[in-house]
C-alpha cells in the first residue's frame, strides 16, 4: 500500500525535482515542455518556463538564475528575461540526450546523457535482456559545465549516467570535503568519485551495487551520509547506505523515476512507465510526498 500522498497529478513525465532559491519545488515536465515551480504547503504551481523542446535537469548560478538541460539539442539553458537562452552545448560530448544535472554551490553544472537510445533498445529486447549477466551498454562522459559555459569531460564510461548527489567525504581525502555520488543506469550501481576543488574527479569506485535489489537507480537525493533512490523499475524509493544497505523504503502508488528531499518533505515523481510512447500521449504522471520524520 503507497505511503505517500498525491499533491500534484496529470503530469506526462515528471522529473529532476529540485529545492528552488525560494523555497519551492521545482520540477521538469519532458513532453510539456514546461518548467513548475511549486509550493508545496499551499498547493500553487507555475510554469516558471516553457520551450519548444523537452526539459530535464535544474539547478541554479550563485546569482540565482534558473539553469535548466534541454535534453534533445543537447544543451544547458539559462533563464534570463523569461527566456530560456543557450548557457552551454554539451553536443560534442553527449551521444545522446543530455539529461539530468547536479550544480554545486560554485555554478558548476554536472551533466549526463544517456549515452544511446535506451528506449529503443527496450522496445527492441525488453527490460529483461538488461538485467542478463553480458549485458553491455554504450558508456557516455559525464560532462562539467563551468558557471562562464565553458564545457570539459570529467568522467568516462558511465553506464547511463543519471541521478547525482553531492555527500561529505567521511575519508577526508578529497580535497573539496565532497563526493559525487552519480546513478548508473543501467549498471545497476551507485559510483562514487572524489570531488577536487576544481571539480574535477578522482578515485571512482563502487559506492552500492543495487541490482540484487531490483533497483535500476535514476533520481536521486543526498540525505545525510546516504542517498533516497528512485528505482525506475518498482513503486517505491530506497534509502541506501554505502555499501548498498537499505535504511528505508517508502512505497509509491506508481514507478518512481526521481526523488528529491525539500526540507522534511520526501518528494517522489512517479509514471506508468518512463517510455515515451506511453507517458507522451498521456497525462498519468504524479508528484508525490511523504513526511520525513
Not at 89 to 103: G, P, Q, R, Y
Not at 196 to 214: I, P, Q
Not at 247 to 258: I, M, P, S, Y
Amino acid at each position: 500500500m503507497a505511503e505517500t500522498k498525491v499533491v500534484r497529478d496529470g503530469l506526462h513525465f515528471g522529473e529532476t525535482p529540485r529545492r528552488g532559491p525560494d523555497g519551492r519545488l521545482y520540477y521538469s515536465d519532458f513532453y510539456a515542455g514546461e518548467v513548475h515551480a511549486l509550493d508545496l504547503a499551499g498547493g500553487d504551481d507555475e510554469v516558471v518556463a516553457a520551450f519548444d523542446g523537452q526539459p530535464s535537469g535544474l539547478g541554479w548560478l550563485p546569482d540565482g538564475t534558473l539553469l535548466v538541460v534541454s535534453m534533445l539539442d543537447r544543451t544547458v539553458r539559462k533563464l534570463v528575461n523569461d527566456e530560456l537562452v543557450v548557457h552551454a552545448d554539451i553536443s560534442d560530448i553527449a551521444t545522446f540526450h543530455a539529461n539530468d544535472m547536479l550544480v554545486d554551490a560554485e555554478g558548476r553544472a554536472y551533466v549526463g546523457n544517456f549515452g544511446f537510445d535506451l528506449h529503443g533498445l527496450i522496445d527492441e529486447v525488453g527490460i529483461p535482456r538488461l538485467l542478463e549477466p553480458d549485458f553491455d551498454p554504450l558508456g557516455a562522459k559525464l560532462a562539467l559545465v563551468g558557471p562562464d559555459g565553458s564545457v570539459r569531460v570529467v568522467a568516462e564510461d558511465l553506464k547511463f549516467p543519471n541521478g547525482m548527489a553531492l555527500l561529505p567525504d567521511p575519508s577526508g581525502e578529497a580535497e573539496s570535503g565532497n563526493v559525487l555520488v552519480v546513478a548508473e543506469t543501467v549498471a545497476f550501481k551507485l559510483t562514487a568519485f572524489s570531488v577536487d576543488r576544481d571539480g574535477s574527479l578522482r578515485g571512482r569506485r563502487v559506492w552500492a551495487d543495487v541490482k540484487e535489489l531490483g533497483i535500476a537507480p535514476d533520481g536521486i537525493a543526498g540525505d545525510g551520509d546516504g542517498v533516497w533512490v528512485a528505482p525506475a523499475l518498482q513503486p517505491a524509493v530506497f534509502r541506501i547506505a554505502e555499501g548498498g544497505k537499505v535504511t528505508h523504503k517508502v512505497e509509491t502508488t506508481q514507478t518512481c523515476f526521481a526523488v528529491a528531499v525539500v526540507d522534511d518533505h520526501l518528494v517522489c515523481l512517479t509514471a506508468p512507465d518512463s517510455n515515451p510512447s506511453v507517458v507522451k500521449p498521456d497525462r498519468l504522471g504524479k508528484i508525490e510526498v511523504y513526511e520525513l520524520a
